[in-house]
Every structure is written in C-alpha cells, then in structure tokens.
C-alpha cells in the first residue's frame, strides 16, 4: 500500500503503470554492483523511481578523476567512499526508500550475500572477471542481470534472463583486455538509463526486455542498434550439461 | 558481389562505421577478414594478432547472427550480407 505522501511523490509514473506497478516497484529489491559511472545514475533513477530497496557495492573512494562521470559524488566528497557517498545523495533524492551500502570488493566469497534476496543484479562494474562472478552468480540464483559497459562515446547493453537467454559469457566467451579507459560522462549516462530502464521494467513485469538482444550505443554517430544474441550449446557457465 | 560491414567501438576508427566490400562470389568469412585486415592496415593489430588471426575477445556476427571462430573458413557469405564487427567495451 502506498501512503499519500508516496501518491504525490510518484503522481506522474502512477498514470503511467497504477498503483499496483508502484507497490512492485516499492517492494522490490535491486542489486547495483559499483557506484561509479553506470552506478551512479542506475541508483539515481531507480531511487526517484521509488525501488523499494537499493543495495549497492563498491570497494572504491571518490578520486577527482572520477567527477566527469560518477553523478553522484561531488568535489567535497574526493577521498569519502563512493558507496558512503552515494547512500548520501541517494537518501537526500528519496527519503522513502531503503538503501544499503556495502563498500567492500565483490569476490567469490561474498558476492552470494551481497546479491542476498535481490530481485534484480544490475552490472555497473569497471571489469570484465567481476562482471563473469556477477553472471554465474545469477546462472545459479536465477536472478536475472542487466548488463551493461562503456568505453569513450561507445556502449552495450543486455538482459540476461537465467535459463531462458544468453548468458554474459555465451555473448562474450572471452574478456577484452584491461586498460584506462577513456570516457566521456554522457555515455555512461546513456546506457546507465537504458539499464535502469530495464530494471523499472523488469520489476513491473512488462515484456519486451533486451532479453537475448545486444544493445550498442554509438554516440559518435548517434546510433543504437541491437542484435540477436543466442544461447551457446558449449557455454562453460549455462550451457544444458552445466546449468539447465 | 558486396558485403556490408558495420564496425563499432574502437574498430569503428580503422575501418570506418559503415563501408561495403567487394569480394568474389562464393568467398568464405575468412576471405572477408583479410580484406578488412588489409583496409585496417597498420591499425589491424587491435582486430588481428600477429598471425593474422581474429583477436579472442573480438565479437563477429553475419546478419545479426553470431560467427563460430571454427566456421569462418566454411562459412559462405553472399552479395548483400552484411557483417558486423565490434569488441565488447568493458568500462562502467
């Protein structure tokens, strides 16, 4: 049940999805694992949005290389970190949600607690090996994952359904090499959206997802296409002798 | 005949967003990836290794669909095909 004050607070999405979507949306657990570039406008809008609870991860404190990009965190807040940062603003845009910070490097021996009862693992990471630990993670809870990644003015999206679409390492068997990236703070915000976007849509059940689609964002060009990505029979995380 | 090749992301710089190959009918996926390693020239290390070969990470896909690495000498492509090539980005 929402109380008068959430009804005012979400007037405008309530003509949108009623309030039957809000009461999903408000009893609904999200996973965002990193509180930078993608994490930090994923959090943002899925807080206004009313996401009931948001847990968020991230070992990181705020360098001021970071402010171009991570919306977030401020220039008082270099050397503070990100996730104590972000649970501020966080708080400050929606007092009405619950949100949980955990600052502490996502690994094997914690990333089972950390997804807890999530509805939801939203990949907001900077690395590809943490990115495959998020994804057997959700091949073995069944908690869907919404992918998402960024270099320069590129970007790429996807929903990983577990059991139903390709999983994370059917679509990229192999990791791309480590570097600096460069980046612009735009392009984060683009496909942070589009990630967010999935989780608001997810959440109240509507068809239709990137489930089994690849998103690429060009913003060079400004384009956006999307691909068929299918399951593949020799996955090492999802495939049919592995997981069903 | 002509293939269309869409590359993204870094591969976008050397070889341009959108460009159409001429290739003999009847040629293989391979025959096309020569042709793109000679068009990328001295910039084909971050698409191919020093042999020649499609760098791991690096994602091909004919009409929407995903290329095998083991099939890129069987597979035929014809005129209108088009290929798209990318490398996964990896930041957040």
Same mark, same amino acid.
């Given at each position: 049940m929402l109380t008068e004050h959430e009804r005012e607070r979400y007037a405008r999405q309530l003509l949108l999805f009623g309030e039957e979507g809000q009461d999903r949306l408000k009893g609904a657990k999200v996973f965002i694992a990193g509180a930078g570039g993608l994490g930090c406008p994923i959090a943002l809008y899925l807080a206004v949005a009313g996401v009931g609870e948001i847990r968020i991860a991230d070992r990181d404190t705020v360098e001021r290389t970071n402010l171009n990009r991570q919306v977030l965190h401020r220039e008082n807040d270099v050397g503070e970190l990100k996730v104590r940062s972000a649970e501020a603003k966080l708080r400050e845009a &929606?007092? %009405?949600?619950?949100?949980?910070?955990?600052?502490?490097?996502? %690994?094997?021996? &914690?990333?089972? %607690?950390?997804?807890? %009862?999530?509805d939801l693992i939203v990949d907001a990471m900077d690395n590809f090996p943490t990115r495959y630990l998020l994804n057997r993670e959700a091949l073995r809870s069944g908690v869907p994952l919404i992918h998402g990644a960024i270099r320069g003015f590129d970007g790429q999206a996807t929903t990983i359904i577990p059991g139903r679409t390709a999983c994370l390492e059917c679509i990229f068997p192999e990791a791309p090499p480590a570097e600096v990236f460069p980046v612009v703070g735009t392009t984060p915000g683009v496909i942070g959206l589009i990630q967010a976007n999935e989780a608001i849509k997810y959440l109240l059940g509507k068809d239709d997802l990137l489930a089994g689609r690849l998103l690429l964002w060009d913003g060079l060009a400004t384009t956006l296409e999307t691909y068929t990505v299918e399951r593949r029979l020799d996955c090492p995380a999802c495939s049919p002798g592995v997981r069903p | 005949m002509k293939v269309r090749v869409r590359a993204f992301a870094r591969f976008r710089e050397v070889l341009g967003s959108d460009l159409s190959i001429d290739?003999?009918?009847?040629?293989?996926?391979?025959?096309?990836?020569?042709?793109?390693?000679e068009i990328a020239g001295d910039e084909s290390g971050i698409i191919f290794d020093e042999d020649g070969a499609l760098r791991a990470h690096v994602i091909l896909m004919r009409n929407g669909k995903r290329v095998k690495r083991s099939d890129l000498d069987t597979l035929v492509l014809a005129d209108g095909d088009e290929v798209a090539i990318f490398p996964p980005v990896a930041g957040g």
């Open positions: &929606n007092p %009405d949600i619950h949100i949980k910070a955990f600052a502490t490097t996502i %690994d094997e021996t &914690n990333v089972r %607690d950390l997804v807890g %009862d999530a | 290739l003999p009918d009847g040629a293989v996926m391979a025959t096309a990836l020569s042709a793109l390693r």
